[in-house]
């Protein structure tokens, strides 16, 4: 029944080399943010929830950026497997160019509008305002993360993982050592509090794109093309807008309805605990998924090279098989995670962020509910990120992603959470069931073998 699940060690060895880095890097990524969370925790319910909104159109923005990572990511992929370098480097400055341009237009509103932005998704006066202050320090630093971004992800597309573990984890150790410094008002520094969470992220980020600059110029791995880098040729544009751009589409409103979710729960009664709870338990969520999320980028990178080396016959059981070990890998982790719920997060982690009663009954609930559907969630997103984009079906992948979302998900959380007010449990099952729709509206496009297409042909 299960005989595809024999590849031999070389496959397994090569899944394991390729994944331990992304590993390494999601966990240093997830960790940043939980160590935000639990810093800016130490100053109270308020500056954690404030945080945590600030937080729902910056998450927004960094799918966007995955977005175009995973655009890049896909068509580079498939060109090394290829052996076109100059392709690779029209791809890798398309992706400066979009990424830039889409952070520098979201870091601008983010600066000069701080607090009518935020209060679109949340209506506590205090809380609003304080998340204003957050979001107008952090603003421009998506711009450098984008970047960078777009290149570690080039990178790993190409066999090198290891690159943006050495810059993300600069980027953990700065943006660790600059919150104490400046939220706590260490070393000579004022104490800055939420403002100066941000002030950390933002130099952080900055770290990030002088380390991969300095790679670029001096790196020997891949050497940078300027001609083709800034002067892609109107067919790699064409390619690249008809594929990128359903990938930015679902990144874009997968992140926005996302983000619903948390502004939902800001609009709803005792706002100020769930957002709190919400915050703490998102970030928990995010470091168990680290290894889950890993086999979806290692699944696109592989697929993508098998695609565009030319061996498509046996793609579709390199697919079933990462696709069954994301699952299993997702099931083992949310009951680990869910026994981890009782015996340290309640009773150890959720007091130090001096949580009310009522929030950390609620932070709870949502760690239960939330590993309880992590093996459906892992299977989906290695299937749709790594096996259904991974082999270039862009369009289907995207309507599999974002349908149960939006049609069915986010209308019922809303029904429940503001028409009837029935509650957070009501209303964080619901955010859950698309999970199951779009799990067996993947395996179905699985099976049917018409997800495997060659992109480097013209």
């Known amino acids: ?135 107008r320090v952090v603003a421009f630093s998506f711009l450098f993360d984008s970047l960078a971004q777009v290149y570690i992800a080039a990178h790993r597309s190409m066999g090198n993982p290891m690159l943006g573990l050495y810059i993300l984890g600069s980027s953990m150790v700065s943006n660790t050592l600059l919150n104490w410094v400046f939220i706590f008002g260490r070393l000579g520094a004022p104490a800055m509090g939420v403002r100066g969470a941000a002030l950390a992220t933002f130099l952080s980020r900055v770290l990030e794109l002088v380390i991969a600059g300095g790679h670029m110029a001096l790196g020997r791995r891949f050497r940078l093309q300027p001609h083709q880098f ?78 565009g080396g030319g061996r498509k016959e046996g793609v579709y059981g390199i697919g079933l098989c990462l696709d069954t070990l994301a699952f299993l890998l997702g099931l083992v982790v949310g009951l680990v995670f869910i026994g981890l719920t009782y015996t340290v997060f309640e009773p150890v982690v959720y007091p130090i962020f001096s949580l009310s009663p009522e929030a950390a009954r609620i932070a709870t609930m949502m760690s239960v509910v939330s590993f309880a559907f992590l093996s459906a969630r892992s299977f989906n997103t290695t299937n749709v990120v790594g096996v259904l984009r991974g082999g270039g079906d862009v369009k289907m992948a995207s309507f599999i992603d974002l349908a149960p979302m939006w049609l069915l998900s986010l209308p019922l959380a809303a029904l429940a959470g503001l028409v009837f007010r029935w509650g957070i449990l009501p209303v964080y099952l619901c955010m859950s069931l698309d999970n199951v729709v779009k799990m067996f509206l993947g395996l179905r496009r699985l099976r049917s073998g018409k997800w495997i297409r060659d992109l480097t042909v013209s």
């Open 230 to 307: 800034f002067r892609p040729s109107p067919a790699m544009l064409n390619k690249y807008i008809s594929f990128a751009t359903p990938v930015l589409f679902n990144e874009t409103l997968w992140g926005l309805g996302t983000s619903l979710y948390p502004t939902i729960m800001g609009h709803m009664d005792s706002s100020q605990a769930i957002l709190a709870a919400y915050g703490i338990v998102g970030n928990l969520v995010n470091v168990s998924t680290v290894m889950v999320f890993a086999v979806g980028g290692t699944t696109a990178i592989i697929i993508g090279r098998e695609i």
């Open 1 to 135: 029944m299960f005989s595809y699940m024999n590849r031999g060690r070389a496959f397994y060895r090569d899944v394991i080399l390729l994944a331990i880095p992304i590993i390494l890097q999601n966990l240093i990524t997830n960790s940043l943010g939980l160590l935000d969370t639990f810093m800016v925790g130490m100053l109270g319910e308020g500056p954690m929830a404030a945080v945590t909104l600030a937080n729902i159109p910056i998450f927004v923005v960094q799918l966007m950026t995955f977005g175009l990572q995973s655009g890049a990511s896909v068509l580079i992929s498939q060109y090394y497997g290829k052996g076109d370098k100059d392709s690779i480097n029209q791809v890798l400055g398309i992706g400066f160019a979009v990424a830039g341009g889409i952070t520098l237009i979201f870091g601008c509103v983010m600066f000069f509008l701080p607090v009518p932005f935020m209060s679109l998704f949340g209506n506590d006066p205090e809380v609003v305002v304080l998340a204003a202050e957050y979001a």
